[in-house]
């Protein structure tokens, strides 16, 4: 694979998904949009005293540092395209040229990511044979990757910057992937300071690390080698980790702005679900709630006037009591997230089995963590969804998953985009990237038989028929205007099913043994 | 991987970047008092809608002709209807006689963009797909990646979907008509045909080559048997069709002669604007507009228009071969754009659906003309403020046709069919011409860049305020005229002609 020219195709397929990203400058964006157009604007004109302060806007700066030093400067080639979009008190500043700039921005810091699945792509064990490119793992995983229909939407047409950041997180992965840690962990702490939400996965690193790079050596049965503790290792690796965060956070602490920051990461006062809740564990519970509700009215065992008037998904962001079940609190949530990855963290640390049993316990902590979370988005789906592509192209089992998760994870991206003008976008993007993970994942994987149980394929299938009722029908139908929540809830629900699953499933292929040679 | 998904891949990744083009703006949008051609569009269903059909073509009270009068012939003007009954039943205001002049609102937007998509759904994808599944040699990949390049023509989607037109109906229709014909179902193919030129006249620019193949081919089946009765089927088909789209005019020929008037605008001069043919690049140094009066203008663009023309049709007439019924395609039409009367930037479209039938045969030239058309009607983008879309899809096609179909890696003498120029040049030293015509290619796509950023970016001299756009479509006609001549030499030269006949019998 050292030969240069065989891989025309890599920068063929960024190209393309570059240029066609360039095509979408027009589309819809979301309030995203503002709220980074604020960021530039308070890191471009305010003191960095200042930063964590300023609250003129409502989307106030809640990314850690690094983030906001990533858009200071971004802000200096903006100043070269419009510098009104610069000021912070221009609030919900649009213009041809901040649009363009905004656009180009996303898509340039792409190219981060696109160096990143490079680096993975490099990683991926080829079979010798193997002559025809198109049914190249490397080949089919740089398809997954870099024309992910998730990253396409929310990045491009929604709006935001998780194409640099995945670079990152892929490029840590890959650095572990070829058994350079230390690479690995600078990198990942890098990303830890541009967005917290990576925190997700942060237990599986650090038991990975302390496991497999602090201990040198196991004992012949795979359980850990304790006298084999090298503290020079551990020691570098809290040296660059705490490196990185001081570089970050220590100019804040300084100046005695800490809580400050803080409270501006982590908000609590915010609901158990986003307006739209995620397919998640949590959707499943409060439709489980509904239910019950409506059950007892109609069987006179609840009294409606008790209930607490309180509509899910009415679109505002708020506390919200349960009925019938017991109102769940962020320690409870954050008590289920630990009791869902602890499992795996624990088999992580008995057994030594190599990155890709740290990957699947990757997997598993940001897929636990989006399950059970607080506050979850939608968009953290891509958080296992990217990761896993890198298993799907080795491993028939994980290509399973991966149809299940990729298929319904998108799909419960597409109330992001409710304007009629990108529905085609996103409905082609979808079928496109669908079309493409299903007949390539299946000749990958042909020898060793069917992807996807039957009642799998009958559930994605049955997305269709949501899709058609929640996007075409129903919004026709007279029910559009007394229940216009309706088919979200109904989009998630049916999603969460399917996501739940695909977390099971992951659990099961990490229980069972490996089998083969290690590929990675 | 399978036939079917990379082909639905292309298909789908073709209506993305279609609809993603359509986002953009289109042209007049916001420019009172005669906007441009989105509200000619929507102006004819609104004239369809509401007027009796006898009045669609007549200068009357409620039709001012001369406010985007409908000028194009009947299957257009029904169209216009369908698309009115539907516009209609979502919001009467779009339609409303005289009241919704110049109406524009995003989702009125919407509604043209999916008229616009929905036409090309219907007729022009699926035609591009099994022309390039049945009629294209070579591995299914390399079918595939026909398919992609075919799909991804930037002229044609920057005109349909930013500036606003429906040439992708009567492209389609047309190509319809190669397709059957490429297939052996001539009455089919002719009716298909028909229909291109029913629904846009220019489509006359194709004519001359499906006359003399079908009439070549009855010659050949010979003209007492068989061939004769091919050509009475040909001739029902034609004439049923015409028959049927015209029927509502023809009962008062005064009617069916006003139709025919109103397509046929002679009076409008022999160019307007900037275009990048004949007239208008000898405008330069002649001015023939001045010289000559205006009738002697049509007779002098029509013969030579017709001179450009004969050769290839004559020699189709001789071998009708779908090979050369081809070239003779791309050779005709190219005469028509370069020679004859009012022709519009836009024209080149009907060129440029024969040459991208060759972009499997002869993949250099193909891409070169292709990249050039383009390029050509890069002023009139500019005007509709489509300048990123179409940096966008001239960047992805150029860049993706010499991937895929690897013009530049087998390119010799041999495939770029050049041995009638060794001939024809004998008197000169040895020259590698391949490697010549590479580097052409190099330098014109240089140029056309350069072109390109200079006229966006600098303002061109107080004197000279046409500057960028003459050199422009003087650039492009150049360019034009070597792809014609080129064209013109490959189908009369003899040896390459015959071996691909072998290979494209049907």
Not at chain 2, 301 to 328: D, E, G, H, V, Y
Not at chain 2, 485 to 501: G, M
Request: proline fraction near 5%; hydrophobic fraction near 50%; aromatic fraction near 14%.
């Amino acid at each position: 694979m050292a030969d240069a020219d065989s891989w025309s195709w890599f920068s063929a397929l960024a190209l393309g998904v570059s240029l066609l990203k360039c095509l979408f400058i027009n589309a819809y964006h979301s309030t995203d949009f503002e709220v980074h157009r604020n960021w530039l604007a308070i890191t471009h004109s305010l003191p960095v005293s200042r930063w964590y302060h300023e609250n003129s806007s409502v989307w106030t700066l809640d990314y850690p540092p690094l983030f906001a030093w990533f858009q200071w400067s971004l802000s200096h080639v903006a100043q070269h395209f419009d510098s009104n979009m610069l000021r912070v008190e221009n609030l919900d500043y649009v213009s041809p040229s901040a649009v363009l700039f905004q656009r180009l921005s996303v898509v340039f810091t792409d190219g981060v990511f696109i160096y990143g699945a490079r680096e993975c792509c490099r990683c991926v064990h080829e079979p010798k044979e193997q002559r025809d490119v198109l049914s190249r793992p490397s080949f089919v995983l740089a398809v997954l990757l870099l024309w992910n229909f998730g990253l396409l939407v929310v990045d491009h047409l929604h709006f935001q910057y998780n194409g640099f950041l995945f670079g990152f997180l892929l490029l840590s992965l890959a650095k572990h992937l070829q058994h350079r840690h230390l690479q690995g962990a600078l990198l990942f702490s890098i990303l830890l300071n541009l967005k917290h939400i990576y925190l997700y996965m942060a237990p599986a690193y650090g038991v990975y690390l302390l496991r497999s790079y602090c201990f040198t050596q196991d004992h012949r049965d795979g359980f850990v080698g304790w006298r084999s503790f090298s503290p020079l290792r551990l020691l570098t690796l809290g040296a660059i980790v705490t490196s990185v965060c001081a570089l970050s956070f220590g100019p804040f602490v300084a100046m005695g702005q800490l809580p400050q920051v803080l409270s501006r990461l982590f908000p609590f006062k915010r609901g158990l679900c986003h307006a739209y809740w995620a397919p998640n564990f949590w959707s499943l519970y409060n439709v489980l709630d509904k239910i019950l509700a409506t059950l007892g009215v109609r069987l006179k065992l609840l009294k409606e006037a008790d209930l607490p008037q309180a509509s899910m998904t009415g679109g505002l962001v708020q506390e919200f009591h349960h009925s019938v079940l017991p109102s769940v609190t962020p320690s409870v949530t954050l008590v289920c997230t630990v009791l869902s990855i602890l499992p795996a963290l624990l088999l992580l640390w008995g057994t030594s089995r190599g990155p890709r049993a740290f990957l699947r316990v990757l997997l598993i902590c940001s897929l636990g963590s989006f399950l059970f979370g607080w506050h979850v988005h939608e968009k953290a789906v891509l958080l296992a969804i990217l990761p896993l592509s890198i298993l799907a192209v080795q491993n028939r089992e994980d290509a399973g998953t991966f149809l299940v998760l990729t298929t319904t994870g998108h799909y419960s991206l597409f109330p992001l985009l409710f304007t009629p003008a990108e529905f085609p976008i996103k409905v082609l993007l979808m079928l496109t990237f669908t079309i493409y993970s299903f007949t390539a994942l299946r000749k990958l994987h042909s020898v060793q038989g069917r992807l996807v149980h039957p009642l799998e394929a009958a559930y994605l299938l049955g997305l269709i028929g949501v899709a058609i009722t929640c996007e075409v029908a129903f919004p026709l139908s007279p029910w559009q205007q007394r229940l216009p929540f309706l088919p979200l809830l109904a989009t998630s629900v049916y999603c969460s099913v399917g996501i739940c699953h695909s977390f099971l499933r992951l659990y099961v292929s990490l229980l069972r043994p490996e089998e083969g040679p290690h590929q990675l | 991987m399978q036939t079917w998904s990379l082909v639905s891949i292309c298909v789908l990744l073709g209506v993305v970047v279609r609809w993603g083009v359509s986002l953009n703006s289109y042209s007049g949008a916001g420019k009172p008092p005669m906007f441009g051609d989105y509200e000619a569009q929507r102006h004819w269903q609104e004239v369809t809608y509401n007027l009796p059909l006898q009045e669609w073509y007549f200068n009357t009270t409620d039709n001012d002709l001369m406010y985007w009068g409908l000028d194009y012939p009947p299957l257009t003007a029904y169209h216009s209807l369908i698309c009115a009954y539907v516009a209609k039943s979502i919001n009467p205001e779009w339609v409303e006689l005289h009241r919704s002049r110049g109406y524009e609102s995003p989702k009125h937007k919407l509604f043209m963009r999916a008229t616009v998509l929905l036409a090309d759904l219907i007729v022009f994808i699926p035609a591009v797909v099994l022309y390039c599944l049945y009629l294209t040699d070579g591995s299914s990949k390399k079918k595939v990646s026909t398919l992609f390049c075919f799909l991804l023509y930037p002229g044609l989607i920057l005109i349909d979907y930013g500036h606003f037109q429906y040439n992708g109906v009567s492209l389609g229709f047309a190509l319809w008509g190669v397709l059957a014909l490429g297939l052996g179902w001539d009455a089919l193919g002719s009716l298909a045909f028909c229909l291109a030129l029913n629904y846009k006249q220019m489509e006359l620019y194709h004519a001359l080559p499906f006359f003399c193949y079908l009439l070549g081919k009855s010659f050949q089946l010979g003209l007492m048997g068989r061939g004769l009765f091919l050509l009475v089927r040909i001739a029902s088909a034609v004439l049923g069709t015409f028959a049927l789209c015209w029927l509502p005019f023809l009962s008062d020929p005064d009617h069916a002669m006003q139709v025919v008037r109103r397509i046929f605008p002679v009076a409008r001069g022999l160019f307007e604007d900037k275009v990048a043919n004949t007239w208008c690049s000898l405008n330069v140094l002649i001015k023939v507009r001045s010289i000559l009066s205006s009738d002697s203008q049509i007779y002098l663009s029509l013969a030579c228009t017709l001179l450009a023309a004969i050769p290839s049709c004559l020699r189709l007439l001789t071998k009708p071969t779908f090979w050369q019924f081809k070239l003779a395609l791309a050779n005709s039409s190219l005469a028509f754009f370069l020679f004859s009367y009012q022709v519009h930037e836009k024209s080149i479209l009907l060129v440029a659906l024969p040459v991208c039938l060759l972009l499997n045969d002869l993949p250099l030239v193909a891409i070169w003309f292709l990249h050039a058309s383009t390029f050509s009607m890069m002023p009139l983008f500019l005007r509709d403020g489509l300048l990123v879309p179409y940096v966008v899809t001239s960047l992805a096609f150029l860049f993706f046709s010499i991937y895929l179909l690897s013009p530049l890696e087998h390119c010799s003498e041999d495939t770029l069919k050049l041995g009638a120029y060794r001939k024809l040049l004998f008197f000169l030293p040895k020259l590698d011409l391949a490697c010549i015509t590479r580097w052409k290619f190099y330098i014109s796509v240089a140029a056309m860049a350069g072109l390109s950023f200079v006229t966006v970016a600098l303002l061109p001299p107080p004197h000279l305020p046409d500057l960028f756009p003459l050199l422009v479509t003087s650039t492009a006609f150049l360019q034009f005229l070597g792809t014609f001549i080129y064209f013109n030499i490959v189908q009369f030269s003899e040896t390459l002609s015959r071996k691909s006949q072998k290979k494209k019998k049907h």
